[in-house]
Each structure stands twice: as C-alpha cells, then as structure tokens.
C-alpha cells in the first residue's frame, strides 16, 4: 500500500508555520526530535509565526518541548536538531513575512511547508507562498479541519490547486499515522476468516467510541469555531469507519486504497438532525475563549448508515466527548445472534453483555477481541462469555506525526487524505452543521448526555470502552 513515487525526491527543507502555537510545542518537536535521531531529518527546519521570536527562544521551546514530552536520551541528537532551526518571525498577511523565509530558504529548493495554523489562515498562508514563488517543487502539508463545511473545503482546495498540484497536497490526519489504525485496513485484508461475516448478512451495528477524559485544554478559541463534528468526527472517526466499511481494494497501490474509502463517503447517508445528539459539559461556558451562551458541542453521538451493498440497513453509531468517564477509543462490531437458541443461557440477560462481536481496541494500546462463549464444565449445557484476545502493542513504534511528516517529506501520499474523500465526508455532515438540536449539558466524568442512549435503543446500549490498555 505504499504511496511513494521513486521519482520524488525527499523535500530538502521544512518550514513549519505555527511554530509558536500548542501542536508543534505537544506533537512536532518531539517528533522532529525523533527524526533526527533516526537520521531521516538532516535538512534546515524553518520555523514562521508572528511572534517576534528570537532563534535561541524558539531552540528553548524545542528543548522544553521535547523534555516534556519523555526524556531527552540523545544529546547529539538534541544539538543537531537545534542545529537545524531557523526562525521567521512576521504577519502572515505581510509580502515581507515571505521574503524573509525566501532568504532563509537559501538554496534549498524543494521544501515541504507545513501549516500547524488555524485553518481560518490555510488560505492566506497558501496564496502568500504562491505570490512569493516559493511553491514550485515544494510540497504543503495541511493540518486538519480542512475547511469548516463542504463550501469552504471546496474552495480552500481551489486556493490550494491555484498554487500546488493535487499529488503535492498532503492533508494531515494524524489518526491515519497511528498503528492500531492501519492495523483495521491490515487485519481486515490479510486474514480471509472476516470477509465472509463481513457484511450486512452477518453484522448487526457498528459502534465506534473516541473518548477524553480531559476537556479542551485551553484550546477555548478554537474549540467555538470547530465543536466535535468537525474536530474529531468528520476526520478522525469517519477515517476509522472509512477502513471498517471499505471494499477490498481492487489491486495494490494507494490509489486503490484511496478510491475504496472515497467510495464509503460518497455512499454515507448524508446526517440529518435526529441523527445527531449534541451534548456539552457543565463548566465548558466558563473556559477561556468560550462564549458564555455557546451552543458548540463538546459531545457527539450519530448514528449513520452507509447506503451500499455491504452496509445497506446497518447503522453505525460513533460517539465522542471531552471530559468524559475514561480515555479510549474502541470499535465494537456487533454480531447477528445464531439463528436458533438451542442454549438456555446464549442469550445474554442483562443490555450491556454482548455475546458475539468483533471488538478493536484503538487507545491506549492495540488489540483484536473476538467474542465467543465457551462451555463450563459439567453436564449442563451452559458457558461463558469470554474474548479470543490479539495484543498488538509493539514496542519502538513510529509515532504518528513523525511518521507522516516523514512520509510528506519523502511525498509519500499513502497516509493522507485525497480531495474528493475529503469533499465527500464534509457532505455527509454538512446538514447537520447548519440544522440541529441545541447542545444537551452533561456532568463531566460522565459517558455524555443520556439522550445519547436514545439513539442506540433499537439495537441496545452503548459500549462502554474500558480504561485500562486493552481490557474488557
Ligand atoms: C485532535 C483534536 O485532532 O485529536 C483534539 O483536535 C483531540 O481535540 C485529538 O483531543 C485526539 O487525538 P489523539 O491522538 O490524542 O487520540
């Protein structure tokens, strides 16, 4: 499933816009660390804000960034990072800001320019790089929400390919960066005993959780403009679904891949508001940057239905939330029961004990369960309910953004997100952006509003996902 093209060369600089803000201080120094210690960044990494930074202020954020972030185990490794930075500073709307990352670009001539920016500044930042001529043979590696509702997707991608072609867009979704994730489309495709089940025929609903034990951390401004639709739901859960429901791909090679998960968009049901259950914890109106009359969603529970052979009539239900009772996220794919009861108890009693299903354990850690009641021993024809258990945890593994950002560099597009499945997800939530029910408030530690519930009734209960990596 490789995505890389042997006549691309690697990107001979990277310049990463936002240089100052939370994601590169949390995700990308760390991950730039890691690069270097592997050897596969050894270019300039310019860094662009608008803050009048020094260099030697921006090499102490790395530092601190990457202290932060676990231990500093390789001193060299720290220095020739150091060694690397260059810093930027000026407005993003000021012809001057571009020049003087042209003179600091010296001769590298094919950077890949990344925007960990708000993406109400994608557009400006774009268009300034095409202006200042600094995109031909570069790449641009876009942080996602990329655009805010189906109309502004299309047009940042027709302000993107006014200045870069498609093949040198690279749209971030960092999920698709994690192992646990690629693992859905790996184990799905390398073991033959799933296909024959997987399908309407067999499987009764799909339920993915994404859950946060935290809230938004500080990130109050951005928050009001996203909400969990568009922070969480449209990318990172849709992706997982996109693994889940697509068909097999017809040869390999990233495009197949691709066009098999643009096809699940394009086959969603597009969301109405009675799919949608909004929910909002108590205390989020007095969080910095947050309006005190917000209706922006900290929760989101939906039901949806992919109109395709395969799925035709199941429902999916995705729920995610901050602050709520644990970290995790866990797909459980639920089972039809055997078609006759021949045991007295292979019916479970209680909503919450499920007898058959397919469970994957996303966060933390990365696990298949198979679901199957084994007998007790004895005369009666009774048993248990217990899991055929897969770990995967593997020490040593790429994190996600180091992983991506060096596919990017390297313009290896397997990993990201292709225009037409980007505008395809967008149009199954648009309606639901503009038309929906208020905000439901939820009690923080909580599973979300229990209007949620509702949504599941017809087929049960929600699954609760555990908080220790793994269990069940
Ligand atoms: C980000 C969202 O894209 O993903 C955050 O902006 C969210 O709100 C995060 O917390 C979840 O990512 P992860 O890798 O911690 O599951």
């Known amino acids: 499933m490789d995505g890389s093209d042997p006549s ?6 990277l310049v990463v816009f936002g240089v100052t803000g939370d994601l590169v201080h949390k995700m990308i120094f760390p991950a730039l660390y890691e690069m270097v210690k592997k050897g596969v960044l050894d270019c300039p990494v310019i860094g662009v804000a ?31 990072l150091l060694s690397l930075l260059h810093y930027v500073g000026g407005d993003y709307n000021d012809t001057e800001t571009f020049n003087s990352l042209k003179k600091a670009l010296g001769k ?10 708000p993406p109400s ?13 600094l995109a031909a043979q570069a790449r641009v590696i876009v942080e996602k929400p990329f655009g805010r509702d189906l109309s502004s997707a299309l047009e940042l991608n027709a302000v993107a390919h006014s200045v870069f072609p498609e093949e040198s867009i690279f749209r971030i979704d960092h999920y698709l960066g994690k192992e646990a994730i690629m693992n859905i489309l ?50 990172h859960m849709f992706q997982i679904v996109a693994l889940l429901a697509m068909e097999p791909p017809a040869y390999q090679g990233y495009e197949a891949v691709q066009t098999e998960k643009a096809k699940v968009f394009h086959a969603m049901r597009p969301l109405s508001a009675d799919d949608v259950v909004r929910g909002q914890y108590d205390g989020y109106r007095n969080e910095p940057g947050v309006a005190k009359n917000s209706d922006v969603e900290t929760f989101c529970a939906l039901r949806l239905f992919i109109d395709s052979w395969r799925w035709k009539d199941v429902p999916w239900y995705l729920r995610s939330g901050k602050n709520l009772q644990v970290s995790a996220a866990e797909v459980l794919v639920e089972l039809k029961p055997p078609p006759q009861r ?16 397919v469970r994957f354990r996303l966060s933390p850690g990365s696990a298949v369960a198979l679901a199957a009641r084994v007998k007790t021993a004895g005369e009666e024809f009774v048993g248990d309910q217990r899991e055929l258990y897969l770990q995967n945890d593997q020490q040593g593994q790429e994190r996600p953004y180091e992983r991506l950002l060096g596919a990017a560099m390297a313009g290896n597009r397997s990993l990201f997100s292709r225009e037409d499945a980007v505008n395809a997800a ?7 952006l503009k038309y929906h029910h208020p905000v439901h408030p939820y009690e923080v530690g909580s599973w979300g509003p229990k209007q949620a519930d509702a949504l ?9 996902p555990k908080r220790e990596k793994g269990a069940h």
């Not at 691309?8 to 600089?13: E, I, N, P, V």
């Not at 921006?58 to 720290?78: F, K, M, N, P």
């Not at 500044?121 to 001529?133: H, R």
Request: charged share 25%; net charge negative.
């Open 8 to 13: 691309k060369t690697l990107s001979d600089a």
């Open 50 to 80: 608008s803050s009048r930074w020094t260099l030697d202020q921006l090499r102490e954020q790395a530092t601190d960034s990457i202290g932060q972030a676990g231990t500093i185990d390789d001193r060299d490794a720290l220095n020739r």
């Open 108 to 117: 590298a001539g094919r950077p890949a320019f990344y925007l960990a920016i």
């Open 121 to 133: 500044l994608f557009a400006t930042v774009i268009k300034g790089l095409g202006d200042a001529g």
């Open 186 to 235: 790996y184990f799905r495709f390398a073991n033959s005993f799933l296909e024959p089940i997987w399908n309407r025929n067999y499987i009764d609903s799909v339920q993915i959780t994404l859950s946060e034990d935290f809230g938004i951390k500080g990130r109050g401004l951005f928050y009001e403009s996203a909400g969990c639709l568009r922070d969480v739901v449209q990318n």
């Open 342 to 357: 021949l045991f007295d108890d292979a019916t479970p009693v209680a909503m919450e004990d499920r007898a058959n299903y």
């Open 426 to 432: 967008w149009a199954v939530v648009d309606p639901v």
């Open 456 to 464: 599941v009734e017809p087929e049960g209960c929600w699954h609760n």
